[in-house]
C-alpha cells in the first residue's frame, strides 16, 4: 500500500486506506509492486512468489469471506519461476567420519544414525517414544499429524540397541526415546547442539551442515546407491507432494560419467 500510495503521488496516510482506496487497485498496479520488489529491492523470484501469495490471500479475503470486493483480481497474479537448489548433503565418506567421531556416546551415536539411515526431521526425532519402535520398524508422526513406518537397517537396530541398554541403566520418567542428562526428552536445540559438536570433530563445516542437512544426505544416499525410486523416497521422505522429493534425485558427476561409460559403444575403438 505504501508503494502504491507513494506512486499515485497520494496524500493518504496507510492508517486511513479505506476499501474505496483498495478498490481501484489494478492488476497492473500489482505488477508494477512485483517488478518494483524485483529492480528496486533486488528481490529474488522466491520472495516475489511469497509477497504474491500474500497479496492473493488478501484479496481472496476481502472478496470471499468479508464480501467487500466484487472480483479477486489476484488470482490472475502469474508467480514467477522459482528456480530449485539442490541440497546440501554430506558425501559417504563424510557421513562415516561422522559416525566414527560419535562411536564411545551410545546416545549421540544412535541420534547420527536415525538421521542417516532414516531421514527424519528434527521434530520428528525429539518426539520420538520408546513405543515408536519395534523389531523391524519406527512409526514417525509428521507434518499434519501423519504416521509412516520406515524399516530399520542393521545399523539403526544395533545403535538403538546400544542406547537402549544404556538408556535402562538411568531412571528416568519419560517415554522419550532420547533423553538429556537431566532425564527429560530432549530439545530441539539440544539435538543441534551434539549435531553440531561432531560434525566440528569431523571436520565439517558446522555453517554449511546442519541437523536437517542429515536428512537431505540420507535421502541423497539412498537415491545414489540404493537406487530408491522416488515414489518410495516420497514415502519415506513423508513429503505431501512428489515435486519436493524430486529436489533430492539430483545425479552426481559419478553417476553422469557412470551413464555414458555404461553405453555399450563406448569401448568401441
Known amino acids: 500500500m505504501v508503494f502504491l500510495i507513494r506512486e499515485k503521488e497520494s496524500k493518504i496516510e496507510v492508517k486511513d486506506i479505506n476499501i474505496e482506496f483498495i478498490k481501484d487497485i489494478t492488476l497492473t498496479d500489482m505488477y508494477s509492486f512485483i517488478s518494483y520488489c524485483q529492480t528496486g529491492k533486488n528481490a529474488c523470484a522466491g520472495t516475489r512468489a511469497r509477497k504474491i501469495v500474500s497479496i492473493r490471500q488478501f484479496w481472496r ?91 530399520l537397517t542393521p545399523s539403526t537396530k544395533k545403535a538403538i ?35 553440531k559438536k561432531y560434525l566440528e570433530l569431523a571436520g565439517l563445516d558446522t555453517k554449511k551442515y546442519s541437523v536437517h542437512k542429515l536428512r537431505h544426505t540420507a535421502a541423497t544416499l539412498m537415491f545414489q546407491y540404493g537406487k530408491a525410486d522416488i515414489r518410495s523416497l516420497q514415502e519415506i521422505l513423508g ?5 519436493t522429493t524430486e529436489i533430492y534425485t539430483h545425479v552426481s558427476t559419478e553417476q553422469l560419467e557412470r551413464a555414458v561409460n555404461s553405453n555399450p559403444l563406448a569401448t568401441m575403438f
Not at 551415536?109 to 532414516?118: A, D, E, G, R, S
Not at 541403566?169 to 530439545?187: E, H, P, Q, Y
Open 61 to 151: 479475503y476481502l472478496s470471499g469471506r468479508a464480501h467487500l470486493l466484487d472480483k479477486n483480481i489476484a488470482e490472475e497474479l502469474e508467480t514467477p519461476k522459482v528456480p530449485k537448489r539442490l541440497p546440501k548433503y554430506l558425501t559417504l565418506e563424510q557421513s562415516i567420519r561422522l559416525l566414527l567421531e560419535a562411536e564411545k556416546n551410545s546416545r549421540d551415536k544412535c541420534i547420527i544414525t536415525v538421521f542417516l539411515n532414516c531421514a527424519l526431521r528434527l521434530s520428528e526425532l525429539v518426539s520420538l517414544n520408546i513405543e515408536q519402535i519395534n523389531d523391524e520398524t519406527i512409526s514417525v508422526i509428521g507434518k499434519g499429524n501423519k504416521e509412516r513406518k520406515i524399516f
Open 161 to 195: 540397541s546400544d542406547w537402549m541398554e544404556e538408556r535402562n541403566k538411568i531412571k528416568v520418567d519419560t517415554n522419550a526415546l532420547f533423553t538429556s542428562r537431566l532425564k527429560k526428552r530432549m530439545t530441539p536445540r539440544a539435538v543441534e547442539d551434539v549435531e
Open 239 to 243: 513429503h505431501e507432494s512428489i515435486s
